[in-house]
C-alpha cells in the first residue's frame, strides 16, 4: 500500500502535468493562428491534392473527434469529483456537442463528398485527445463545484450561451449540407446569419465555447474557447475569398 507521501507526490506530479498542458493549449492557440492565417487547411471548399492521402469525410469525422468521447469515459470517473452532480451536468453539456459532432454529423455528410486528408485528420484526433483531458480533469477533479453553481448566473449565462451556439452550428451545418445535396461545387448559402457573417457555423462553434469557458469559469474553458477562435475565426475570414 503506497505511504501518504507516495500519493501526495503523485498527486503532485498530476497537478503540474496538468498545469503544463494548460499552458501548452495556450501556446498552441498561437502556434495554430500564425500558420492558418496563411494556409487554408484541405478540407471543405477549400479541398485541394498535396496533403498526402485522403479517406472518406464520414470516417475522418468520426475517428478525429472519438477522443472527446472515449476520452471522457476513461478520464471522468477517474476524478475526485466524479459523482458531483454539477460535474456530471458539465460532462453532459461537453457530450452534448461531442455525440453530434462525432456520431451524428458524419451520418449526415453527403456520400461521395470530397475526401478529407489523412494528416489535417490526424491533427484534430491529437487536439481532441489533448483537449478532452483537459477540459474532463478540470470538471471531475480540479474544479470544484458546489451544487449551488448550478443555480448561479454564471453557470445559467454560461449554459445559455452555449446552447444558442449549438443551436447556430447545427443550423448553419444543415444549411450548408442541404446544398451539397445532388449537387458538386460550392454554392453560398444565403439567409440568417448567412447574411451577416461569413461562416455560421463556425460563429455558433466558438460562441458555444465561450459559453464553455463561462459555465465553467475556468482557465480550462478559456483556452479552449481560444484555441477555437484562432483556429476558425481565420477560416472563415478566407470564405471571404
Given at each position: 500500500?503506497a505511504s501518504?507521501?507516495?500519493?501526495d507526490?503523485h498527486?503532485?506530479m498530476?497537478?503540474?502535468?496538468?498545469?503544463?498542458?494548460?499552458?501548452?493549449?495556450?501556446?498552441m492557440?498561437?502556434?495554430?493562428?500564425?500558420?492558418?492565417?496563411?494556409?487554408?487547411?484541405?478540407?471543405?471548399r477549400?479541398?485541394?491534392?498535396?496533403w498526402?492521402?485522403?479517406?472518406?469525410?464520414?470516417l475522418?469525422w468520426?475517428?478525429?473527434?472519438?477522443?472527446t468521447?472515449?476520452?471522457?469515459?476513461l478520464?471522468?470517473?477517474?476524478g475526485?469529483m466524479?459523482?458531483?452532480?454539477t460535474s456530471?451536468i458539465?460532462?453532459?453539456v461537453?457530450l452534448?456537442?461531442?455525440?453530434?459532432r462525432s456520431?451524428?454529423y458524419?451520418?449526415?455528410?453527403?456520400?461521395?463528398?470530397?475526401?478529407?486528408?489523412?494528416s489535417i485528420a490526424a491533427?484534430?484526433?491529437?487536439?481532441?485527445?489533448?483537449n478532452t483531458y483537459?477540459?474532463i480533469?478540470?470538471?471531475?477533479?480540479y474544479?470544484n463545484?458546489?451544487?449551488?453553481?448550478?443555480?448561479s448566473?454564471?453557470?445559467i449565462?454560461?449554459?445559455?450561451?452555449?446552447?444558442?451556439?449549438?443551436?447556430?452550428?447545427v443550423?448553419?451545418?444543415?444549411?450548408?449540407?442541404?446544398?451539397?445535396?445532388?449537387?458538386?461545387?460550392y454554392?453560398?448559402?444565403?439567409?440568417?446569419?448567412?447574411?451577416?457573417v461569413s461562416?455560421?457555423?463556425?460563429?455558433?462553434?466558438?460562441?458555444?465555447?465561450i459559453?464553455?469557458a463561462?459555465?465553467t469559469?475556468?482557465?480550462?474553458?478559456l483556452?479552449f474557447?481560444?484555441?477555437?477562435?484562432?483556429?476558425?475565426?481565420?477560416?472563415?475570414?478566407?470564405?471571404?475569398?
Amino acid at each position: 500500500m503506497a505511504s501518504m507521501a507516495e500519493l501526495d507526490g503523485h498527486m503532485e506530479m498530476d497537478k503540474n502535468l496538468y498545469n503544463r498542458a494548460l499552458k501548452g493549449m495556450y501556446a498552441m492557440s498561437v502556434a495554430t493562428f500564425i500558420p492558418v492565417t496563411f494556409i487554408r487547411a484541405p478540407y471543405g471548399r477549400h479541398s485541394r491534392a498535396g496533403w498526402g492521402p485522403s479517406i472518406s469525410p464520414r470516417l475522418a469525422w468520426f475517428l478525429m473527434e472519438s477522443p472527446t468521447l472515449w476520452m471522457s469515459a476513461l478520464l471522468f470517473p477517474l476524478g475526485r469529483m466524479s459523482s458531483n452532480p454539477t460535474s456530471l451536468i458539465l460532462l453532459m453539456v461537453f457530450l452534448a456537442h461531442y455525440v453530434h459532432r462525432s456520431c451524428i454529423y458524419p451520418l449526415r455528410i453527403r456520400p461521395g463528398s470530397k475526401p478529407y486528408p489523412i494528416s489535417i485528420a490526424a491533427m484534430a484526433f491529437f487536439f481532441n485527445t489533448y483537449n478532452t483531458y483537459l477540459q474532463i480533469r478540470w470538471i471531475s477533479h480540479y474544479g470544484n463545484y458546489t451544487a449551488g453553481w448550478l443555480g448561479s448566473p454564471t453557470f445559467i449565462v454560461g449554459l445559455l450561451v452555449f446552447i444558442m451556439g449549438m443551436i447556430i452550428n447545427v443550423w448553419a451545418d444543415s444549411v450548408l449540407l442541404s446544398l451539397r445535396r445532388g449537387s458538386e461545387g460550392y454554392k453560398i448559402p444565403r439567409g440568417g446569419l448567412f447574411e451577416y457573417v461569413s461562416c455560421p457555423n463556425y460563429f455558433g462553434e466558438m460562441v458555444e465555447w465561450i459559453g464553455w469557458a463561462v459555465m465553467t469559469w475556468s482557465f480550462a474553458g478559456l483556452s479552449f474557447f481560444l484555441y477555437t477562435a484562432a483556429n476558425l475565426g481565420p477560416r472563415a475570414a478566407a470564405h471571404h475569398d
